[in-house]
Each structure stands twice: as C-alpha cells, then as structure tokens.
C-alpha cells in the first residue's frame, strides 16, 4: 500500500485534473480508477479526491482563462471520496462469483427457499417484530464519519469560497471595462465612486481599492466624516454599473462567510 507524499498527491491529482478536462468522465470515477490500480487506503482516497476536486476546479478556471471567456464562473460535479470508498469496499466484499455448472441448471432443479413463504408458511412472527424492531432502532453516530462528513463539508466549502472570489474579481474586472473608455464616452468614475461610498459607505473599500488599482489611479483615502455625510444626504441613481458594485458587494460578503465556516470546521473537527 502506497505511502505518498505531499508532492506525489499533487502530482496525481492534477493528472486527474486533466483527464476530468479531457475526457469529461466523473471525477469520481476516475479517482476510483486510480485507487483501485494503487491500493490506497480509505484516508489516502480521501486526501486524493479532495486535492483533485481543486485542482479540476483550478483547470476548468485556467481554460476559460485562456479562452478569455467573459464567464469566469465554475461549475462542475466534484468528486464524492466516501462514494469512492464504499464502491471499492462493495466490491472487495462481493466479487464476482465464478460461474459454475449449477448454473446451468433450469429453476426448478435448485433449493426453492421461498416455498414455505407461498404455501402460507410465513416467518414465526416474533421474528418479523424483531428485525423491524432492529430496523427502526437509531444507530448511533460514528465519530469517525462525523469526522468525515465534516471534512467533505470543509472541502465543498472551500470551492465554494475560491468560486466567491473568482467570481469577485471577475464582476469587478468587468466593471472596470466600462471606465476604460474615452473620456466624454462612458460614464464618470468620480461620479460612480461618490455612489459607492453613499450607497455602502466605509463596506465599499475593498471593491473601490480593486478598481482604482485596475484603473491606475491613486490608491483610496476615504475620510469616514466624508463618507458618512455622503450616505446620508447623497441621493444616487440606480445605475448598471451600481448593480455590478452590489454583487461584488455580495460575493464578498459570501466569501467571508465561507471563510469563517470554514475555520469554524478546521479548528472544531477532531483528529479522530
């Protein structure tokens, strides 16, 4: 059974990348294929489908990247490593039985087990109260797969959160584009910054540094006296360029989120 190492992973998991990219076949499927051939053990699929889900996540971006395509947003089934597992266990647990001559024989020459159930013979029905009574009762949780449910959980959570981003700095992009034009041809950036600040006030900062640093233009100096007298008298006209500002605003607001569940899951998910 391999022990790899953190290079190796990488190195693995961004052939599986590819291939995802190349091939379109489940990520799933293919993480399977790799585990079967090396033997990896439950933990090692893990780490493998986790690292490959970011890194097909990092491949798809790159494509559409280099095609320039005007959607930077990234949507793609990742990989289930518990799905993975229990495959690889079904079929270690049932392999398939060979054939045999008693195969070949017609129905009515093998055991009929059901008779009795046909001919009003049913289970003494104690027995039927006891496997529904073993049915119905609630198995306890695991704490191993607490552990692993919150890791799938941490996983989701951080493509979640780098799609954020992405997705951030690709609404922002966009509306820097607008200001790009010719003085006199497109909308005031001055103006736009002055809604900016009156419709968010000092939460607008992030969004107006990436701008300015796009725009090459002087980095921000707000004075919150300023920006709080502008909130509260400037009156601003519902533009395009404001709805961008709102989403970049939201996206932003979202990463935090993912970032701080995402802490939260780190820090209170055991060792074991």
Known sequence: MPTWNEAEYIRRSSAIAHDFVTTKKPLSDLCEKVAREEALAPDEIRTLVRLSNVAAFQ???????????????????????????????????????????????????????????????????????????????????RMDRAILTLRKLAAELNIERQLAANRWESTLSKLAQVFRKVPGYGPSYSAFEKDAWSEHGMEALPEVTFLRETLRLPPPAPVPEKVAFLAARHITTKTAELALLHEAASLRTAFVNLTDGLRWINENTPER
């Open 59 to 141: 491949e798809v971006f790159r494509a559409k990247a280099r095609a320039n395509a005007p959607d930077r947003m990234v949507e793609f089934d990742v990989g289930d490593p518990e799905a993975v597992i229990q495959r690889i266990r079904d079929s270690v647990a049932n392999p398939p039985r060979p054939a045999t001559a008693q195969d070949d024989k017609l129905a009515f020459e093998l055991p009929d087990e059901m008779r009795a159930v046909r001919q009003g013979c049913p289970p003494d029905p104690p027995l039927l109260e006891k496997a529904a009574a073993e049915a119905l009762e609630p198995r306890p949780l």
